[in-house]
């Protein structure tokens, strides 16, 4: 192979000025990491809400909750990227749109939405999954003591949900950080859009990606001891997990 | 609102965003989707009873492909491939590898990861009893893997193999970024050229969806199906 190897290159200031290749890996991995804790908040609050409606009694609630389920997974998150960035300020009413498209850091703020709507959608079928995996017996004994609907789901369904589907929520976890690579196509500096950067300007295309899947495999690692850290801590002595 | 979406910007498109996009992302799709199959059994099998030295490989393969975000596996083997293939070969210089090659062996590689999962989970479920009873009547290990478990793997996983498969469909909208004619990038560089990024992405988001349903509308048939064999 003819290749010039050069490891160096990170310490070298980068064309952009004010700094090396290295803080350019920085400064991405910063927005990897922004995007993906807000987009998972959104996650978790939206799917955790989708997937109590999905639960409910109420048909009409149920078939409203599939539908959002439906819509968000069956359309690839590139598109749904696509949509909310290009397409929702054409749509809106003028000034709406015009306001939304002199926002500055509007591919951040597209990317934590999309991003976070379309993982609200899996986390949401996860934790239906979990509430329905849970004994019958468990909402009818909640009941029956005279709680009402929201306080069996509150006190008895919910947390019991929660530990059931902790396992499936940590690769969830994973996917939002993978996935906020994606945003890259609608220009947010993310650590893989950085990384391709620098292979822009140095043509170090192969050192630059090492230290972008190093770092990708460093914090999907710290994320996951940190579900594991969390399963442990909330598991109830004799309940679920063997 | 929707007052200037124009349909005939959509009509005119028609035949380029099927005949080229939907084609390419299809046929990618089903290569990929073959490929990924033989190589992620392939994993499973070593995984399971290929020596330790080659289990390990083998799942050090699959975790740091399921850890990495595909859009950086895309780049990474639409630039490493040229030198693969320079050093192969023995060429002066780093081959000239197409968008389309380079996407179909990164997916073949990607999904084999994700693959590989899905048959050791399906092969380990399979009684063992049935492994051995087939080495009883003298099978060799391969045969008993061939003629029994492996067909019964197949059928049990169908579902959840052609769930993966809906992902990949999707997944391959990735290609966005190195810029080839897929679905998506047919319909962003009619978009583009026609200024007509409503219609074209709405339209696209469409096609997308009613695809992704209608396939996973026929999975959940197939699976109450499959479900009553065992």
Partial sequence: MNYHWNWGIFWDASPEGGGTYADMLVSGLRITLAVSVLAWVIALGMGSAVGVLRSLPNPWLRRLANTYIELLRNVPLL??????????PEVV??????????LRDAPFYTAVIGLGLFMSARVAVQIATGI??????????????????????????????????LPPLT???????????????????????RARAIQEFSFQVFEAFTAATLIYLAINTIATVLMRLLERRMRVPGYGAK | MFAHFDFQAIVHALPYLFEQGLVFTLTLTILSAIGGLILGTALALVRIGGGPVLATIATGYVNLMRTLPLVLVIFWFYFMVPYIGQWLLHAPRP???????????????????YFSEIMRGGIQSVARGQYAAGLALGMTGAQAMRYIVLPQVLRTMLPVLLTQTIVLFQDTSLVYVLSLTDFLGAASKIAQRD??????YCFAALVYFAICFLASLAVRRLQSRVAIIR
Avoid: C, H
């Fill in chain 1, 79 to 88: 598109v749904q990227l696509f949509l909310w960035y290009f397409v929702l």
């Fill in chain 1, 93 to 102: 009413p003028e000034a709406w749109g015009d306001w939304l498209k002199s």
């Fill in chain 1, 132 to 165: 329905a995996a849970l004994p019958r017996g468990q909402m009818a004994a909640g009941l029956a003591l005279g709680f009402t609907l929201p306080q069996t789901y509150r006190y008895v369904i919910l947390p019991n949900a929660f530990r059931v589907v």
């Fill in chain 1, 171 to 193: 690769s969830e976890t994973i996917n939002t950080i993978k996935n906020s690579s994606v945003a890259l196509t609608i220009g947010l500096a993310e650590l893989t859009a």
């Fill in chain 2, 95 to 113: 081959i000239k590898v197409g968008g389309f090659s380079s996407a179909l062996l990164t997916f073949v590689m990607f999904e084999a990861a």
């Fill in chain 2, 195 to 200: 200024g007509r990024l409503v219609e074209m």
